[in-house]
C-alpha cells in the first residue's frame, strides 16, 4: 500500500519560509519521481516543483523558481520542499506526489498522492 504523508505546513508571514516534508512507503522511492503540486480555495491543483528519478534533474513552476529548492533524501524516503520568501499568493494546500515518469505536471495523470498540508501565507 503507498503512502506519502505530508507535514511541515502552517501560518507563516510574507517573506517568511516553511520546509514541507513528504514521507513515502509502500514504494520503490528511487524508481519515482518526487513532486509537490498545490491547490489554492477555488483553483485547479497545479504542479509546484519535482525531483526526477533519473538524473536527479529537479523542475520548478515559474512562479516559485528561486524561492523553492526540492531535495530528497533516499535514505528516509523523503522528500522536502524548502520555501523562501513567502507570498500571500503562495497560500494553498500542498500535495506531494509520485509518478513513475521522469516529469509529471498534468495533476489529472499523477499516479499517487498524499493527503495534502496547508500552508497560509500571511500579508
Known amino acids: 500500500q503507498v503512502q506519502l504523508v505530508e507535514s511541515g505546513g502552517g501560518l507563516v508571514q510574507a517573506g517568511g519560509s516553511l520546509r514541507l516534508s513528504c514521507a513515502a512507503s509502500?514504494?520503490?522511492?528511487?524508481?519515482?519521481?518526487m513532486g509537490w503540486f498545490r491547490q489554492a480555495p477555488g483553483k485547479e491543483r497545479e504542479f509546484v516543483a519535482a525531483?526526477?528519478?533519473?538524473?536527479?534533474?529537479?523542475y520548478y513552476a515559474d512562479s516559485v523558481k528561486g524561492r523553492f529548492t526540492i531535495s530528497r533524501d533516499s535514505a528516509k524516503n523523503t522528500v522536502y520542499l524548502q520555501m523562501n520568501s513567502l507570498k500571500p499568493e503562495d497560500t494553498a494546500v500542498y500535495y506531494c506526489?509520485?509518478?513513475?515518469?521522469?516529469?509529471?505536471?498534468?495533476?489529472?495523470?499523477?499516479?499517487?498522492w498524499g493527503k495534502g498540508t496547508l500552508v497560509t501565507v500571511s500579508s
Open positions: 509502500g514504494i520503490t522511492f528511487s524508481s519515482y519521481t
Open positions: 525531483f526526477s528519478w533519473s538524473g536527479g534533474r529537479t
Open positions: 506526489n509520485a509518478d513513475r515518469s521522469l516529469l509529471e505536471k498534468r495533476a489529472s495523470a499523477v499516479r499517487y
